[in-house]
């Protein structure tokens, strides 16, 4: 078996972490059940990210399309996310975590959204390593607010239309200081990106584990990592090139 390089370690690693319902279906349990598990795994893989070196971690936890399911199980996921943040902030804040998140927070429910704002004060300072929340996201609704404020921006006169290039339209996302990601790993057996960092998405490495999310833990993050490894980036340019002047 290889050995991970720790050289090597994807510095933003996104994750799609889904399957939680089938997992649940498959043990005739209901879809909260297998919630409850994904927040475990979440847990693991928290703790397994940050052993390994990664320094960035983003997880999609809840998309904008997720409010279209049935109100029982909305309501279900959002009391899991403020128990998760209430519960495990001692933890995170103690392994130097720092907590943030991206998404148009401001349709979640009120309680989460102090919990989540006490734990991202709390944390502010930490550098081990970030953990962005992806919550009521949507990558299209990102960039549609990108734009109106770009536009706000040209209308006020602070901004010329001619000086608007990719670097401007990055600095207007969610978390502009947030790199893109190196490594998209999806569970779940699906193979899309379900409206995920769109723009920041165009050179990143996918991986997807055929595995539900409840059943992703640290032996199946090493895997993902062991993959990376071998890939090799080459954003348009050729192997020959990358190494003459890698
Ligand atoms: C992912 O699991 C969790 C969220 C979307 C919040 P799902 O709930 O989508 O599980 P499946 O895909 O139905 O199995
Ligand atoms: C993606 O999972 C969103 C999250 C994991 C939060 P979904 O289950 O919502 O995605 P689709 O509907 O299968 O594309
Ligand atoms: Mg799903």
């Known amino acids: 078996m290889s050995k991970l390089d720790p050289e090597k370690i994807p510095r933003h690693v996104a994750i799609i972490p889904d399957g939680n319902g089938r997992w649940a279906e498959l043990r005739n349990l209901p879809r909260d ?31 904008q399309e997720n409010w279209d399911r049935p109100r029982d199980e909305v309501r279900a996921l959002m009391r899991l996310l403020k128990r998760y943040l209430r519960n495990d902030g001692d933890e995170l804040h103690e392994n130097g975590i720092r907590v943030a998140a991206i998404g148009r927070l401001e349709r979640l429910d009120a309680g989460v959204r102090r919990e989540l704002e006490r734990l991202m004060r709390r944390t502010e300072a930490n550098d081990q390593m970030q953990v962005t929340f992806a919550l009521s996201y949507s990558g299209r609704t990102e960039l ?3 734009v109106r404020q770009i536009v706000r921006e040209v209308e006020s006169g602070c901004l010329d239309p001619e000086a608007i290039d990719e670097k401007c339209v990055a600095s207007h996302l969610y978390l502009p200081e947030l790199p893109d990601p190196d490594l998209l790993i999806r569970t779940g057996y699906e193979h899309r990106i379900s409206n995920f960092l769109l723009w920041q998405l165009a050179y990143t490495e996918l991986y997807l584990a055929d595995v539900l999310w409840p059943d992703f833990g640290k032996q199946q993050l090493v895997d993902a990592f062991l993959a990376y490894q071998q890939r090799e980036r080459r954003f348009g340019r050729t192997s020959e090139q990358l190494r003459r002047e890698p």
Not at 37 to 63: D, I, M
Request: charged content about 25%; hydrophobic content about 50%; overall charge neutral.
């Open 33 to 63: 059940e297998g919630h409850l598990k994904g927040v475990q795994a979440v847990r693991e893989v928290v703790r397994a990210a940050s052993e390994l070196g990664v320094r960035l971690l983003t997880l999609y936890a809840f998309s």
């Open 144 to 146: 549609v607010d990108a």
